[in-house]
């Protein structure tokens, strides 16, 4: 059972039901640490004054907000008290709104959110109706002493909590957008049927992380003793014509879809196992005579995938 990071209640209208908030994600992050090479010892840190450049103890160091620069308003913790929001543990739900509404760049990181001992039926009573509505509990909630905008939801029979940014924390756009161009009809078309051959059912399963496997790799041989070498970097060449990379693309994603299909998945398996055994700066070599797109930033695995697929 993983532990709860925050226990409190959902409040909509009069309703009140108790629960327990748990994080949804398990990241696969590899932490590592700063130690001194000759004796493995970890390396501490402290806390010093810029203008004096010696050490501070811990009763002379308080919080302050730059109000302008250079002016410090300083603050004690019951200012942050004076501050804190009412209802901190309560997810209070102030509007029902249909999920598809919400666009997925006010989302910041996914809570489950379980029921209490003796809420069970309340829960599933909440779950049920916005299961059968498909909306989504707009709310807002506190936690760690900061408020935040959330989106209640159901995902495989239980309640999840996007924890989501305000509409002020969102970057405006005007200074992003391209300025408008001209597309050819014939670009438009190729580019469109490019998408449609790689159009697919989303798989999450697919996706690997092959940084994070790679790193692992080089932990492991370091650990027994071997010498790991960077591969040669190969020089990216100038990108082509717009026109013909889409005619390329669209031809080498047709093929290979071709191949998949009655018989394809034996040649492709082939190719697979002709590539394993090359070199990353071989396969490198290979990727910049087909023109792959972007292989100078693939790893060997990817640069494999790449050219069975455009074999």
Not at 122 to 148: C, H, N, T
Not at 278 to 285: G, P, R
Request: proline share 5%; hydrophobic share 35%.
């Amino acid at each position: 059972m993983p532990r709860a990071i925050w226990t409190g209640s959902i409040s909509f209208g009069l309703v009140n039901l108790p629960v327990r908030m748990y994080s949804a994600i398990s990241e696969h992050k590899l932490h590592f640490h700063l130690v001194h090479e000759r004796d493995q010892s970890p390396i501490g840190y402290q806390k010093v004054c810029k203008l004096e450049d010696k050490p501070v103890p811990d009763d002379e160091v308080v919080k302050a907000f730059e109000f302008e620069p250079g002016e410090y308003v300083f603050m004690e913790e019951e200012d942050f008290e004076a501050a804190r929001a009412e209802g901190f543990q309560t997810i209070e739900i102030t509007h029902f709104v249909p999920y598809e509404q919400v666009d997925p760049i006010y989302f910041a990181r996914t809570y489950y959110v379980g029921p209490e001992k003796g809420g069970e039926k309340a829960y599933s009573l909440l779950l049920r109706a916005l299961e059968d509505s498909s909306l989504a509990g707009i709310s807002k909630f506190v936690m760690r002493d900061r408020q935040y905008l959330g989106a209640l939801r159901v995902r495989d029979g239980v309640i999840t909590l996007e924890q989501m940014y305000f509409a002020d924390e969102i970057r405006p756009l005007d200074e992003i957008k391209p300025p408008k161009t001209t597309v050819s009809k014939e670009e438009l078309a190729m580019a469109e049927q490019l998408i449609e051959n790689f159009a697919a059912d989303f798989e999450p399963e697919k996706y690997k992380d092959t940084y994070r496997d790679a790193l692992c790799r080089i932990i492991r041989a370091k650990r027994a003793g071997k010498e790991v070498h960077r591969a040669a970097e190969t020089e990216e060449e100038a990108p082509p014509d717009l026109l013909e990379a889409l005619r390329a693309s669209v031809e080498a994603a047709g093929g290979a879809r071709g191949r998949a299909g009655g018989g394809g998945r034996t040649v492709r398996g082939g190719t697979r196992r002709d590539l394993s055994g090359l070199s990353k700066a071989e396969l490198d070599e290979r990727a910049r005579k087909a023109k792959v797109p972007g292989r100078s930033k693939m790893s060997k695995d990817e640069l494999i995938e790449a050219l069975s697929e455009a074999a």
